[in-house]
């Protein structure tokens, strides 16, 4: 199947100027380029999910870019990789697996890197022992989705402390490197991308 995606290593963007351009691909016609995975690392923001709330409490210099997702707010900065399939839902595959999925390939991607993780229970994303290692917001529009999922590689950790992530105050965030781990981005963007199409293949 992989041979049927188009893939765009969009390196480093602002969020601001990539989600127009994802739902300009499911919304406006241009879905003959679909379908197609996306990654790379996006610049400092906030991005605020359906479920999120602008008068949560963060720091004031930090741009915050509303969208149509689920989830509440959300931190991209540099060191974190953001993995974006933009593809029409196969019929086999609802919502809720198609989240399962995306959480299994962050899953896979830290096994190989030598970290165990685990889902948590009405708290969607990835976790290891140290706190939250992996944030998920999608979007799904007539079976098509867009958005995706995030995973801290070797990110600073302390801009997580200027806001509520996903709206728990008592959430801890962690990355690959709070593990002693130190995988290129370029590393792990390929194992990203082989374990998704390892997963989606079976759908």
Same mark, same amino acid.
């Given at each position: @199947? ?41 610049? #400092?923001? !906030?991005?605020? =999910?359906?479920?999120?709330? #602008? ?15 689920? =989830?509440?707010?959300? #931190? ?14 196969? *019929?086999?595959?609802? /919502? ?18 030598? &970290?165990?993780?685990?889902? @948590?229970?009405? *708290?969607?994303? &990835?976790?290891?022992? *140290? ?6 917001? &999608? ?13 801290? !590689? ?16 008592? #959430?801890? &965030?962690?990355?690959? *490197? ?9 590393? /792990?963007?390929? @194992? @990203? ?11």
């Amino acid at each position: @199947m992989q041979n049927k995606w188009k893939i765009w290593d969009f390196g480093y963007q602002s969020f601001s100027d990539i989600e127009p351009c994802m739902r300009q691909l499911v919304n406006q016609g241009d879905r003959e380029y679909i379908p197609t995975l996306w990654f790379g690392e996006h610049y #400092l923001v !906030v991005t605020k =999910g359906l479920s999120g709330y #602008l008068d949560e409490p963060f720091y004031p210099f930090v741009p915050c870019y509303e969208t149509n997702r689920g =989830g509440k707010l959300t #931190l991209h900065l540099p060191g974190q990789l953001v993995f974006y399939p933009i593809f029409k839902l196969p *019929a086999g595959l609802n /919502v809720k697996q198609y989240v399962h999925l995306l959480e299994q390939v962050v899953i896979n991607t830290l096994v190989e890197i030598g &970290i165990s993780s685990f889902r @948590m229970e009405g *708290a969607p994303g &990835i976790y290891t022992i *140290a706190g939250k290692i992996s944030s998920i917001g &999608i979007r799904v529009s007539q079976q098509y989705c867009y958005h995706g999922i995030s995973l801290n !590689v070797s990110c600073p950790l302390r801009p997580f402390s200027w806001l509520i992530s996903c709206g728990n105050p008592h #959430l801890k &965030i962690t990355s690959i *490197a709070d593990h002693h781990f130190y995988p290129s981005i370029c590393s /792990v963007k390929k @194992m @990203m991308q082989e374990n998704f199409f390892k997963l989606i293949d079976k759908e």
